[in-house]
């Protein structure tokens, strides 16, 4: 694809729970490297957008392109194009019975077909990376939530994916594990690695993201710079979000 093509590419997107209508005409795109965070309070919409992302929820209508390709509804090409959006979770969804490991190689040996030795040896790279490599024999019940979720990093980052999304993240951890995972997030970010995050880490955003994307009532609101966003936010929305946090 020309570098001109979007990562990411939502159109139109519409989504609706019910009565409850949660996306509401999205458009948006993320361009190759670029660090996105959405930020918005809580019913906003924030989580249903980064799921329609790799088709965890399905839409009611528009385009969600990956890398110039739509995403397809179903079936294998479907899959295909999953396996190039790594996705991490409040909850760290690790399989209880698999070490560390085991759960960051059974993607690339089932998925991708990667050899063993090779799919070993790109885990314990990873499982450097996130700073957990000593923990490689243990199961999940044994880490701490922080060594878990960068665990969940490593276990996303194994599909060596296109693209990284992230579904508030740090929300179940316990503050003082927040930063060693948001230190993980803030390194791919320095690598490149093109980013959408959902977050209520105000600071991670200042600090990683190139773009700040306010949600409200299912649809965007803004899309600025960080810099922009805090400190001379446009809408009144964004306005009364901010005093509420940023006074606390």
């Known amino acids: 694809m020309s570098d001109t093509t979007p990562m990411v590419r939502m159109a139109g997107v519409d989504k609706h729970f019910g009565e409850l209508h949660v996306l509401r005409d999205i458009n948006l795109e993320v361009t190759q490297g670029q660090v996105v965070v959405v930020l918005g309070p809580s019913g906003s919409g924030k989580s249903t957008l980064c799921r329609t992302i790799n088709r965890l929820e399905p839409i009611d209508s528009g385009v969600i392109e990956i890398d110039g390709k739509t995403l397809p509804a179903e079936g294998k090409e479907l899959a295909r194009l999953r396996a190039d959006v790594g996705m991490v979770f409040q909850s760290f969804n690790l399989f209880a019975h698999k070490t560390i490991l085991?759960?960051?190689?059974?993607?690339?040996?089932?998925?991708?077909?990667?050899?063993?030795?090779?799919a070993e040896k790109d885990g314990i790279a990873l499982l450097e990376r996130v700073g957990i490599a000593n923990q490689r024999d243990k199961y999940p019940a044994q880490l701490s939530g922080g060594q878990q979720q960068r665990a969940a990093i490593a276990r996303a980052l194994a599909m060596k994916p296109k693209v990284m999304l992230f579904d508030e993240p740090t929300s179940a951890?316990?503050?003082?594990?927040?930063?060693?995972?948001?230190?993980?997030?803030?390194?791919?970010?320095?690598?490149?690695?093109?980013?959408l995050v959902v977050t209520h880490e105000m600071g991670f955003a200042r600090r990683a993201a190139n773009r700040v994307v306010f949600m409200a009532d299912g649809e965007i609101v803004e899309d600025s710079v960080p810099d922009t966003f805090f400190t001379a936010p446009r809408s009144n929305r964004a306005k009364d979000f901010l005093g509420k946090i940023l006074t606390h």
């Open 102 to 118: 085991e759960n960051v190689t059974l993607a690339p040996l089932k998925v991708r077909r990667t050899a063993k030795a090779a």
């Open 173 to 195: 951890l316990d503050p003082e594990m927040v930063n060693e995972v948001l230190d993980v997030m803030t390194g791919l970010a320095k690598e490149g690695m093109t980013m």
